[in-house]
Structures are given as structure tokens and as C-alpha cells.
């Protein structure tokens, strides 16, 4: 089930306490942040100086206070934590020829991950490096326990991630080498993230690995991170870090809030003017390119992408459809503002099952998600234009009839595509009936 943020909290860490005020205006967050060291200063009779923060002190001076007690990074843990796990002390050193290597089914994704996590593991980077030279680690010394392989043992290596992946993998360090096992590929990419957390440097500068057992799998089939780009843009080179940062977590839906009422960023190859008009300018865009690129990237890191194009709702970018949105009137009179999507033209779904159809062939996920949150009834209680189709249908005046109607007729139109799809619960609790059992909420 998806969550949403209800409310913005600003906290601040003072001496191990924690302390949060919620705020609903971002231009006073200063003032909730100094509101919040005073509560911290009565609370726990903290001198004046905001000590444990590092600021001055009221008054001059200038020297940093004491931060108290610090965290030390943990050293060869893998996170999360496995589902079983031993690791013992005997300690082993990678040597100069270590090498990824596979005893049966390969794949493009297998051979590029025994790439990117060389680079990583022996120079912190996913970059392909000059020569082994130029790593800062020592090499094993004469005698010294090491291993020089890694060997990856997979079934099969379906072409991209889904809700069903199986990413179960057994991993051990031994003496005599480091093993992966896994019924898939997102099995073996979860055990070589694995593998990568238990090396560290040892106190001489060699990279080392404890001799390790672990046998793993996800608790939760569906782990997402949820990114909005419409009401912030964030270019393509800061989604694959952050796609970066759900490997090292083991996440696996990058859930992609694409487009909202804010803006509308993705270039449609169909209607081009969406984002020509509906961006916040031409360099705020994702390009059909661009989006492939970011599938490519998720998909070789066993990261399902599930795009959101939210309707009949966060719409207002969408505007630049002639008659998609609903005129709102006031005193019988057109005001010039829109509302939702308008659900009693054909054109509506004509535009819909179109445009669809090409986000379906965009995105290879099975599921796309449909939104329909935060449908505000008023301007479709305004147009006199709904109102008699309401009474024609004998809504009478329950609008959440009239937005079942919609949803009905847009996920028959995804059932027609062979799409699979999601909605978000508050669908549901408007009173929306009739909606086909094979849903995600």
C-alpha cells in the first residue's frame, strides 16, 4: 500500500533529543527552527550557547562546541540486515587477480554488474579505471589468507525486473572463494550488493572480507522510493544517483511521480505540445531518450520503474488537450479556470486510451500507476454541462459516482492495453465501487 506525507516536519537533533514542530509554510521554517532551540533550551535547561549544535555562542567567540558522542561507521555489515547471517573473524584479503567469474547462465545484466562492482569494490567508483595500479588499496601480503574469486551460480535472467522477481540469493566467503547463488539475476545483483558491504579496509590498508555465510531474501516484494518531478524538477544525472542509493538499500520500484498540476516534463512523442505547454520551460524536460535511460539504468540495477500519470485530478498541466479539462462556472457564467479531467466526452477517452497506449509501450513495467487522489467535486458541480449528465444517469448528487465512472472507463481502457495498474486508496475510500479485484492500491 502507498502512503502519502500528510503533513512537512522540521526537527533538529540537541543533545540525543530529537525535537519536531510541523509547519505548512516554508518561508517560516527558520522561525520553527529557532522556536524549536528555545523549546530544546526550557526543556532540557541547555545554556544559552546552543551547545551540541557547533554554533557560537550568543555573544562572540566563535569556537565550535562539543558534539558529544559520535557514531562510528560500521565495518563490513551488510544493510539490510540479512535474513540469516554469520560472520566469523577469520579475515581474508582480495588479491591482485580477483575476479567475478560465473559456472552457468550468464547474461548482458551479469557481465555489467561483475563491471560496475570490480569498480566499486577495488576504486570506489562505477567508472571503468585505467589499470589496477591506480588503486589505493594494498595487495595481499606473502602468506597472507586471501581469495581471488568470486563465483556467481543463476537459473535464469529475465530480461526486466517485476512484482513476482524472485531475489533470493545465498552468498559465502571462504578460503577458497566467495559464492553467489540465486534462482535469477535480482537474486545475484542483491548478493553482489551484499558482498560489496562486506568489504572494508584493514587497519594496513589491504581490502578485507571476513570469512561469511548468509542466506537472504526480501521481506517485501514491493520496496519503493517515490520521486516527484513535477512540482521540483530533478535532472537525469540526480535520479541515477538516487537510483544508485536504492541499490545500496536494496530497494526495487523507483516509483516515478512524473507529471502533477505543477508541470508536465515528459515529452510525449503523441502530443509533443503537453510538455511544449505544459513544462515549466523547455529545459525542464524529460526527453523520450532521457527516459529510456533512466529504464535502462533502473533495469540494470533490478529496479522496476513505475511511472505515475495521475488523473482525473493533479491534471492542470494537461491543459493544452483542447475540451480535456472541465470549464468551471460560477453564477451560470464560465470563469476562465479548469478543474479535473472532464469525464462525460468521448474525446476525453479517445485522448486517454492514445496517450496511454504510448506510455504503456514506453515504460516495460506491467504497472502504471493511475492515480486518482484529490478530486475536488466543485467545478464539476458548477458545469451545468455535467450536472445534466449526472441526472441523465441518475447519479443524483453523488459526484463519487461520477468519478467511479471515470475510473471505470480508464482502467478498462489499460485492461484493453494488457496493462496492469494502480490507484491510489483514497479511490476507494470516496466511495468508489465496481472497480475490477485485480488492482494495487
Known sequence: MFLKLAALFVCILLHKNVFCKPHNDLNNIIRNVEDIIRQSQDDLRYKPETEGLGLPAAGGGGAAAD?????????GSPWPLPQQIKITTSMLFLNKVFKFNYDSKTCDLLQMAFTRYYNMIFYGTQQVPSSMENSTFRLPKVNEPSISSMIVTMDICPDYPTLESNENYTLSVASNGARIKAATIWGVLRGLETFSQLIYESSDGGL????????DFPRFLHRG????????????????????????????????????????????????????????????????????????????????????????????????????????????????SFGPINPILNSTYDFLKDFFSEVVAKYPDHYIHMGGDEVSFDCWKSNPDITAFM???????????????????????MSDLQAGYIIWQEVIDNGVKGLPNRKLL
Not at 208 to 215: F, G, L, P, R
Open 67 to 75: 558534539l558529544g558522542e559520535t557514531v562510528n561507521p560500521t565495518t
Open 208 to 215: 578485507a572480507v571476513n570469512a561469511t555465510t548468509i542466506t
Open 225 to 336: 522510493i517515490l520521486v516527484d518531478t513535477s512540482r521540483h524538477f530533478i535532472d537525469v544525472p540526480t535520479l541515477l544517483d538516487n537510483l544508485d542509493a536504492m541499490v545500496y538499500n536494496k530497494f526495487n520500484v523507483f516509483h516515478w511521480h512524473i507529471v502533477d498540476d505543477q508541470s508536465f516534463p515528459y515529452e510525449s512523442s503523441k502530443y509533443p505540445q503537453l510538455s511544449n505547454l505544459g513544462a515549466f520551460d523547455q529545459r525542464h524536460t524529460y526527453t523520450q531518450d532521457q527516459v529510456s535511460l533512466v529504464i535502462s539504468y533502473a533495469r540494470e540495477r533490478g529496479i522496476r520503474v513505475v511511472p505515475e500519470y495521475d488523473t482525473p485530478g493533479h491534471s492542470q498541466s494537461w491543459g493544452s488537450i483542447n475540451d480535456l479539462l472541465t470549464p468551471c462556472y460560477k453564477d451560470g457564467k464560465v470563469t476562465g
Open 391 to 413: 441526472k441523465e444517469q441518475q447519479f443524483g448528487d453523488d459526484y463519487a459516482k461520477l468519478e467511479e465512472y471515470y475510473m471505470q472507463r480508464l482502467l478498462d481502457i
